[in-house]
Nanobody, 126 residues
Framework: VQLQASGGGLVQAGGSLRLSCVAS????????MAWFRQAPGKEREFVYAIRSNDGATRYLDSVKGRFTISRDKAKKTVYLQMSSLKPEDAAVYYCAARPSALITGQMTRQNLYDYWGQGTLVTVSS
């Protein structure tokens, strides 16, 4: 199983980006997919997650109203639409996945995800 993240780039504060993450592997069906991020000098943190079967989500409070997660089950793809970006959103964004569903209370736990993408860099200029 491989996760391929894309969509990062340089954007001005207040701008938007859409990240995508595709899961490959014909036998793999994602149960939960998520986005984490890591800024320079900081620990990796949870951003947003979605459960594939019913679309239940969990998000980081600081992205509420600005970021939205969605998924295309047929394409085994998760998207992170980021709007009103702030300099503090700048980081390497990683997608993660696991074959089974998580309850929303567990979606933030990095150790529960089996597969990770390579990361895509988001830079926000002020």
């Amino acid at each position: 199983v491989q996760l391929q993240a894309s969509g990062g780039g340089l954007v001005q504060a207040g701008g938007s980006l859409r990240l995508s993450c595709v899961a490959s592997g014909s036998a793999f069906i994602p149960g939960t997919m998520a986005w984490f991020r890591q800024a320079p000098g900081k620990e990796r943190e949870f951003v947003y997650a979605i459960r594939s079967n019913d679309g239940a989500t969990r998000y980081l409070d600081s992205v509420k109203g600005r970021f939205t997660i969605s998924r295309d089950k047929a394409k085994k793809t998760v998207y992170l639409q980021m709007s009103s970006l702030k300099p503090e959103d700048a980081a390497v964004y990683y997608c993660a996945a696991r074959p089974s569903a998580l309850i929303t209370g567990q979606m933030t736990r990095q150790n529960l995800y089996d597969y990770w993408g390579q990361g895509t860099l988001v830079t926000v200029s002020s």
